[in-house]
């Protein structure tokens, strides 16, 4: 029988295993064949997960990018909804986004009523994520859509007991995400204050644009980064990121 997604997360924390997660928002996907090309790009540099989903879909490609990844490539495809109307049972699990950095109750708990009974139908892996906005200079979409105000990013504390708290609430993996295209990346000091804090494998994106950033994002305790925005116009990034992570992880294969 195969691993669980979220098993395969847990054990791959387990041994300090990194892993790279790319986000196709189906909003800014063209055509088919730019879609196909990235999905090939994925696989040749062994993307580990692709995320599919948007704070805002204006189109009807949600779930046509899925099933065309699905025809395109094994690597598992996770929903990221922006919402609940973002379910469709061709994918592999949907991140369950509870947002615990803000206090609007439909992002807390209203969404996810809403999307129980289409779930428990649906043969959709369930991953619980805490879901932690970080404050990134300008609103980004996430934070506007959902109306809520991200973490101070000179607040590790914070950002720390809010992570705690979820994992207590028994949410199986924690999201610090600075936002789609944000102007600054998730501060080092903000990822490493949370990663002490938890045992659930933490997940870090939001305007990682660099291989440094990248880097920098890793090195502090992300488990799994994700890059999105930054491979819109250029792959070069997708690339660099797998190089670094595959490097990473080579190191820790030969001290096992
Ligand atoms: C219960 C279900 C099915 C969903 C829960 C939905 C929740 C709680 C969502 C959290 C808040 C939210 C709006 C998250 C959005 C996450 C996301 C898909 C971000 C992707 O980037 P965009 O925010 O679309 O960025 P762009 O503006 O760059 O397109
Ligand atoms: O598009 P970017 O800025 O890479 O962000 C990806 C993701 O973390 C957003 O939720
Ligand atoms: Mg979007």
Redesign the pocket.
């Given at each position: 029988m195969t691993m669980s997604l979220l098993n395969q997360l847990v054990e791959n924390k387990k041994v300090n295993r990194k892993s790279l997660a790319i986000?196709i928002?189906p909003?800014?996907v063209e055509d088919s064949s730019s879609l196909i090309q990235t999905i090939h790009l994925c696989t040749e540099n062994k993307v580990d997960f692709l995320f599919v989903?948007?704070?805002?879909i204006t189109n009807d490609n949600f779930s046509k990018v899925i099933s065309i990844i699905k025809s395109n490539t094994n690597i598992p495809v996770l929903i990221?909804?922006?919402?609940?109307i973002?379910?469709d049972s061709n994918a592999d699990a949907?991140l369950?986004?509870?947002?615990i950095s803000g206090r609007n109750p439909d992002?807390l708990i209203g969404?996810?009523v809403?999307?129980a009974p289409i779930?428990k139908k649906s043969k959709l892996e369930i991953i619980p994520m805490g879901?932690m906005l970080v404050n990134s200079g300008p609103a980004?979409?996430?934070s506007y859509?959902?109306n809520t105000t991200p973490i101070p990013s000179d607040k590790p504390t914070i950002a720390a007991c809010t992570a705690m708290a979820g994992e207590m609430l028994g949410l199986r993996t924690i999201y610090l995400?600075a936002?789609?295209?944000a102007q600054k990346a998730i501060p080092q000091k903000i990822i490493s204050t949370v990663s002490r804090s938890i045992s659930v494998p933490l997940v870090v994106g939001g305007g990682l644009n660099s291989i440094s950033k990248v880097g920098l994002a890793l090195e502090a305790g992300a488990d799994m980064v994700v890059i999105?925005?930054a491979l819109e116009n250029d792959y070069s990034l997708l690339i660099e990121a797998s190089d670094k992570i595959n490097s990473m992880n080579a190191t820790l294969d030969i001290h096992q």
């Open positions: 986000l928002d909003d800014k989903g948007g704070s805002l990221f909804p922006g919402n609940n973002q379910i949907i369950l986004l509870s947002l992002f969404q996810h809403l999307a779930l879901y980004t979409s996430a859509m959902s995400d936002g789609s295209g999105g925005n």
